[in-house]
C-alpha cells in the first residue's frame, strides 16, 4: 500500500551523496520513503504491501563498495551449489558468459547468478542471444539454457491467479448453521477432502470443519480443529471413530488457507496437507475399516445422531468454500493442482457446487476473489543447437548462463585473489561453519526458513558487537551485505509455532546488522564497493523486502510490529 507524509513514513538523513545520486539511486523501488537533504525532500512512492510498513533510515555514510561474498548454511538448508571454477568461461569484449553445466530450476539458476551480481542473459537482447548461442555451439554445448525473464522473477515463486468462489459463511459458533452434501457417497476404500478455509480468530474451542457419518457408526470421517495458546490451527482426522492427535497446520490469521487431509486403509495412511506443504502423515488410523457408502455428509457441524443433533461448542466458525471430495489418495502434485484452483476429476465423489448444497437458512453466502499459485509456470530456454527460443516449465532442471560486465567480472576475481577479509575469518570461525565464503563464486545457492536465517545474522551480529570487533574492510562489508541480500530473497516463512520465535530473532538480528553496516565510519568502504551494488540504499531495499515475511508477527493481539536501531528501523502494522 501507499504510506502517506502523515504517517511519519521514511526519513533518510544521508551526507556524502550529492542531490543526483539522492534522486538517482535512492528513488529506486518499494515502499513510501521520504529523503530529506538540506531543504530539498524527494518522495519516492512504492506500493505493494498488505500491512502498513513504515521505515526510519538514519545514515550517515557514502556510496557503494567492491568485491562479492555470498554465504553458505547448514546442510539441511541447502538446495544446490556451484562454482565458477567448474564452468566455462567465455569472454567477449565487454562481457563474460559463465556456463553452469549444473542443473538448476529457473528460480535457483537466476538465484546462482544474482548472488554473483550477474544475470541470466535476457531474451528481449536478440544479438545478446543469437551471439551466446553461436559462441556455445563453437564449444560443443548442445543443451537448452535459462534465459531472463523479469516478470518470472517479480511473481516468484510461483504466479498467482485471481478466481471469484462462492463461499459459506458460518458466523459465529451455533448449533443450527449446517450445509448438506447432496451427494450419494460410494464405499471408500480410500478418501480425500480438500477446500479452502477461513478460521475465526475468536474461536478457541474444537471446531468441526466438516463430517461424515452412516447409520451404522455416526464418526465415520470427520476433520476437526482448534486454535492453539500460540495462535496455530490445529486439525486432527477421525476415521470411523479411531483419531489422528491434533497438530498445527496454519496460523490463525484471518486470511484464507487451502488445506487437503487424505487416508486410505492400507496401512492406514494418513496425511494433512496445508497451503501446499504437508504438516502431519503418520500410518495405522482405521487400518480395518473401509469409510461406508450412502452417508450424510455435514460442513460445519458435528453429527451426535444421523443428520442432527448438533452442538455448538463442537461447530465450526469462519469461512469455507472449494471444498472437494474423492474417494481415492491424491498425490502431492494433485494437492498442489487443486490449490491452484485446476480441476483433478479422477474419482471425484463430490465437487463444488451450490447447486448440490442444502444450506441452513441462517448461514450466509457470498462471492470473495481468492488468489490461487499456479501449478505450471513456463520459462524461456535458449535451445542452443538450432538458436531458437522456447517455453518449458521453470520447474525443469537446466543448465544455465550467467551474464557479467566484464569490468566487474574482473574486479570481484581480483577481490578475490586478496587475503580473506578479517571479519569473514573471525564470523565463520566462530560459527563453526562457513557463514560467509570468502570466494564469491563458491556461494551455494539456498532457501532458508527462520531458524537458519536467524542463526547466520546472529553469528554475524555477534562478531559485528564483540569487544574488539576485526575491522570492516570491503571485502568484508560485501560479504555482510551478501547475506543480507540472500535472506531477503529467501520467502522466509514461519511454518511452524516455534518459528514465530525464530522469526522475531531474524528481525532483531536483520535490522541490527544492516543499521551497523550503515555507520559513518564505513563510509571509505562504501565508495569502494560502490561499482558492484551501487549504494547504500541497496541495504534499506533489503530490509524492506523483509517486510512480508515479518507480517507474519501480526495478530489480533499484536497488531503492531517495530525493529530498530540507532541508524534503521522498520515498522509494521496491521
Known amino acids: 500500500m501507499r504510506l502517506s507524509p502523515g504517517m511519519a513514513t521514511s526519513m533518510i538523513q544521508t551526507f556524502f551523496f550529492s542531490t543526483t545520486v539522492m534522486s538517482g539511486v535512492l528513488c529506486s523501488r518499494t515502499l513510501s520513503v521520504w529523503i530529506r537533504k538540506s531543504h530539498s525532500i524527494f518522495a519516492c512512492s512504492f506500493p505493494n504491501r498488505i500491512a502498513k510498513i513504515t521505515m526510519a533510515v538514519f545514515f550517515q555514510i557514502g556510496i557503494p563498495s567492491r568485491n562479492t561474498l555470498g554465504f553458505t548454511i547448514p546442510a539441511e538448508n541447502q538446495t544446490a551449489k ?63 539454457v535459462w534465459l531472463k525473464d523479469e516478470e518470472v522473477y517479480l511473481r516468484r515463486p510461483r504466479h498467482r491467479r485471481i478466481h471469484s468462489m462462492p463461499i459459506l459463511m458460518f458466523q459465529n459458533k451455533t448449533d443450527t448453521k449446517f450445509v448438506k452434501v447432496l451427494s450419494d457417497f460410494p464405499a471408500m476404500p480410500a478418501v480425500s477432502a480438500c477446500a479452502h478455509l477461513q478460521w475465526d480468530q475468536r474461536a478457541t474451542e474444537i471446531s468441526t470443519v466438516f463430517s461424515y457419518a452412516v447409520s451404522a457408526f ?25 483419531h489422528s492427535p491434533y497438530l498445527p497446520v496454519f496460523r490463525a490469521d ?12 492400507r496401512n492406514g495412511t494418513w496425511a494433512v496437507y496445508a497451503d501446499g506443504k504437508e504438516k502431519a502423515s503418520s500410518v495405522g488410523l482405521s487400518v480395518s475399516h473401509t469409510v461406508n457408502a450412502h452417508g450424510t455428509f455435514i460442513i460445519g457441524q458435528d453429527q451426535d445422531s444421523l443428520g442432527g443433533a448438533f452442538k455448538e461448542k463442537e461447530s ?75 517455453s518449458i516449465s521453470c520447474l525443469r532442471p537446466q543448465p544455465f548462463v550467467c551474464l557479467y560486465s566484464k569490468d566487474l567480472y574482473f574486479r570481484l576475481k581480483e577481490m578475490q585473489s586478496q587475503p580473506v577479509p578479517p571479519l569473514i575469518a573471525q564470523v565463520n570461525m566462530r560459527a563453526n561453519v562457513t557463514v560467509i565464503p570468502a570466494n564469491v563464486f563458491q556461494a551455494d545457492v539456498q532457501s532458508l526458513n527462520a531458524s537458519a536465517a536467524a542463526g547466520v545474522l546472529g553469528a554475524v551480529e555477534k562478531v559485528l558487537l564483540s569487544a574488539e570487533p576485526p575491522p570492516l574492510d570491503a571485502g568484508g562489508l560485501l560479504g555482510v551485505f551478501q547475506v543480507l541480500k540472500e535472506v531477503s530473497v529467501s520467502s522466509v516463512e514461519a511454518e511452524e509455532p516455534e518459528e514465530l520465535e525464530a522469526l522475531e530473532a531474524l528481525g532483531q538480528h536483520y535490522v541490527q546488522v544492516a543499521g551497523i553496516i550503515l555507520e559513518e565510519d564505513n563510509a571509505k568502504e562504501w565508495s569502494e564497493i560502490k561499482p558492484i551494488i551501487g549504494g547504500p540504499m541497496a541495504v534499506v531495499e533489503n530490509v524492506d523486502k523483509m517486510a512480508s515475511a515479518f507480517q507474519q508477527l501480526l495478530s489480533t493481539e499484536r497488531p503492531k510490529v517495530t525493529f530498530q536501531n540507532k541508524n534503521i528501523g522498520e515498522f509494521i502494522e496491521s
Open 82 to 144: 556451484g562454482s565458477a571454477s567448474d564452468g566455462l568461461i567465455i569472454e567477449t569484449f565487454g562481457e563474460v558468459f559463465e556456463f553452469v553445466s549444473s542443473a538448476l530450476d529457473w528460480w535457483h539458476a537466476d538465484g546462482y547468478c544474482r548472488q554473483r551480481f550477474a544475470h541470466l542473459p535476457s531474451e528481449t537482447r536478440d544479438s545478446e542471444v543469437a551471439s551466446l548461442g553461436k559462441k556455445l555451439r563453437s564449444h560443443q554445448i548442445q543443451d537448452a
Open 316 to 390: 465450526f466458525s469462519g469461512n469455507l468454500t472449494g471444498l472437494h471430495v474423492w474417494h481415492r489418495v491424491l498425490s502431492k502434485e494433485q494437492v498442489e493442482k487443486v490449490r491452484s484452483c485446476v480441476p483433478v476429476t479422477e474419482g471425484l465423489v463430490f465437487g463444488w457446487s451450490r447447486d448440490i448444497l442444502e444450506v441452513e437458512a441462517s448461514v450466509e453466502e457470498a462471492t470473495v476473489q481468492l488468489t490461487c499459485p499456479g501449478p505450471t509456470e513456463e520459462c524461456q530456454v535458449l535451445e542452443v543447437p538450432h538458436g531458437s527460443v522456447r
Open 254 to 265: 484471518g486470511r484464507w488457507h487451502h488445506f487437503c487431509v487424505v487416508w486410505q486403509q
Open 218 to 242: 455416526i464418526n465415520e470421517f470427520q476433520l476437526r480443529g482448534f486454535k492453539d495458546e500460540d495462535g496455530f490451527v490445529r486439525f486432527a482426522v477421525i476415521l470411523h471413530g479411531h
